[in-house]
Nanobody
């Protein structure tokens, strides 16, 4: 599957952005989806995860209460709504797809992902 992330940009602290990740090439609903980010000089870190059907989500602690991951399987797209942004959220954000069993839970958020998008830059100014 090919993944194309978009929606990044420059925003002031406290603002919002909505990232999108459009998938093509395979059946989107076969994949659980995750968002990751990598800040300059730091390792890539997990941000959010959503199961194949979209009924369950999981977030890193820093994203809880501010970010919301969702998906529209009819549009082959996963979203990351980011509110109350902070300068420390500045990073390149990547979407990733993972083959998991149909009714698997959020415990699959760890481990290897099968496909990655190209990343979209999010910059939060103070």
């Amino acid at each position: 599957v090919q993944l194309q992330a978009s929606g990044g940009g420059l925003v002031q602290a406290g603002g919002s952005l909505r990232l999108s990740c459009a998938a093509s090439g395979r059946t989107f609903s076969n994949y659980a989806m995750g968002w990751f980010r990598q800040a300059p000089g730091k390792e890539r870190e997990f941000v959010a995860y959503i199961t194949r059907i979209g009924g369950n989500t999981y977030y890193t602690d820093s994203a809880k209460g501010r970010f919301t991951i969702s998906r529209d399987n009819a549009k082959n797209t996963v979203y990351l709504q980011m509110n109350s942004l902070k300068p420390e959220d500045t990073a390149v954000y990547y979407c990733a797809a993972k083959i998991v069993p149909l009714y698997s839970g959020t415990n699959y958020y760890t481990g290897r992902y099968d496909y990655w998008g190209q990343g979209t830059q999010v910059t939060v100014s103070s």
